[in-house]
T-cell receptor
Framework: ETGVTQTPRHLVMGMTNKKSLKCEQH?????MYWYKQSAKKPLELMFV???????ENNSVPSRFSPECPNSSHLFLHLHTLQPEDSALYLC????????????????FGPGTRLLVL | TQLLEQSPQFLSIQEGENLTVYCNSS?????LQWYRQEPGEGPVLLVT?????EVKKLKRLTFQFGDARKDSSLHITAAQPGDTGLYLC???????????FGQGTRLTINP
């Protein structure tokens, strides 16, 4: 049973649409992450939040806008996406402050499968 | 440039066979993790290795961290259909606030 939930599980949107992905962690963790998983490419880190503050923005285009209203919730707002943005978007959380140090474990949600037409 | 190279990218074998998956880099990692991801799910942590030369066993899975902490291997003995999935290695870069993932090895065990 995962302690990280994501909604929706599947999303189809046009390039002019605005949508939001939601992530909730029930583990009492301090750090939350957004990753993009595309076919034939490694998992790409997009954003890291530690104690509700963004600590990393991994050169992500501005059409992706994250929001972390509290330590349990993380959103990814999507606006004027491109077809190449179609991918599985994974949310994760970790106990620490977002430092991927020794023994730091990230717990992943099931992901949102996004298709941009 | 791929920081972590996994090989092979795809592997399909019969139940009962043994296999090894490799994760290689020119970078040194403070720790390295292996995850397994099943269809429709997110990755789930299998193990974390920290010390160069460390070997950890998880039932039929044996994980080894290279002496120089630049590479790792995953060996599965007597593979079973339940081992099917995408295996990801991820390295923690010293001084950086993130994990770097390999592109994964998609393993299929045929009954």
């Amino acid at each position: 049973e995962t302690g990280v939930t994501q909604t929706p599980r599947h999303l189809v949107m046009g390039m002019t649409n605005k949508k939001s992905l939601k992530c909730e962690q029930h583990l009492g963790h301090n750090a939350m992450y957004w990753y993009k998983q595309s076919a034939k490419k490694p998992l790409e880190l997009m954003f890291v939040y530690s104690l509700e503050e963004r600590v990393e923005n991994n050169s992500v285009p501005s059409r992706f806008s994250p929001e972390c209203p509290n330590s349990s919730h993380l959103f990814l707002h999507l606006h004027t996406l491109q077809p190449e943005d179609s991918a599985l978007y994974l949310c994760a959380s970790s106990r620490g402050t977002g430092l991927a140090g020794v023994g730091e474990t990230q717990y992943f949600g099931p992901g949102t499968r996004l298709l941009v037409l | 440039t791929q920081l972590l190279e996994q090989s092979p990218q795809f592997l399909s074998i019969q139940e009962g066979e043994n296999l090894t998956v490799y994760c290689n880099s020119s970078s040194v990692f403070s720790s390295l993790q292996w995850y397994r991801q099943e269809p429709g799910e997110g990755p789930v942590l299998l193990v974390t290795v920290v010390t160069g030369g460390e070997v950890k066993k998880l039932k039929r899975l044996t994980f080894q961290f290279g002496d120089a902490r630049k590479d790792s291997s995953l060996h599965i003995t007597a593979a079973q259909p339940g081992d099917t999935g995408l295996y990801l290695c991820a390295g923690a870069i010293q001084g950086a606030q993130k994990l770097v993932f390999g592109q994964g090895t998609r393993l299929t065990i045929n009954p």
